[in-house]
């Protein structure tokens, strides 16, 4: 299972020390008040669940999936929603989280959806951060994990093409996995 890692970029530790710090930052912002946690699927969602169990204020949880790149890892500037949120969010207090934010297409266009729907205020957490890469202006994060060189990473959620999501850290996979040459054995 490791001979696909080229370099372990945020090891386990530093993800869990990370974690517990944002926890505790949002539950300082947010205490006295309620909070809907909207994960996007699927990038998020072992970040997400390790990141509720360090918020301390009363909350729920929503999922919504959003596309914006296909089994590719270049993004294709099309963001297509997927799936939507089940409960609406009028007048909650939202915290978007994400994976990572890369062009800044998918929170871009996310953030103008989700504020039509007038929630009581509307903030993103993300794990990751490639500034290199951004193509949006403007885009606020309000809190973030690491920002990271300009290297397409997987682990602890985040995939190339579905896999590697099970991994309990961020790593670069090593150059012949992304094309394909070299393939975890399947177990079927
Ligand atoms: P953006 O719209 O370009 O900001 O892309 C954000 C989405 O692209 C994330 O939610 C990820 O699903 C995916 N993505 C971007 N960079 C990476 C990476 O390095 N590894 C895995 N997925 C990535
Ligand atoms: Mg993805």
């Known amino acids: 299972m490791e001979d696909c890692i080229e370099r372990i970029l945020i090891s386990q530790e530093e993800l869990e020390r990370k974690v517990k710090e944002l926890g505790e930052r949002i539950t300082r912002d947010y205490w006295g008040k309620e909070l809907r946690v909207v994960g996007i699927l699927r990038g998020a969602f072992i970040f997400m669940a390790d990141l509720v169990r360090n918020i301390r204020v009363p909350l729920s949880v929503d999922f919504m999936s959003i596309s914006s790149y296909g089994e590719e ?10 799936k939507d949120l089940d409960k609406p969010i009028t007048h909650k207090h939202v915290l978007v989280v994400e994976d990572i934010v890369d062009t800044g297409l998918t929170l871009k266009h996310l953030k103008e959806v989700l504020a039509t729907r ?24 309000d809190y973030l994990g690491f920002n990271i060189p300009n290297q397409f990473v997987v682990g602890y959620g985040l995939d190339f093409a579905e896999r590697y999501r099970n991994y309990p850290f961020i ?3 090593k150059p012949e996995y992304y094309r394909g040459e070299a393939r975890v054995p399947e177990k079927e």
């Open 73 to 82: 890892s270049e993004s294709s500037g099309i963001v297509r929603i997927l």
């Open 118 to 141: 007038e929630p009581a205020s509307l903030r993103v957490c993300a794990l990751l951060n490639k500034e290199e890469r951004r193509i949006v202006r403007d885009l606020e994060i």
């Open 171 to 173: 790593f670069v996979l």
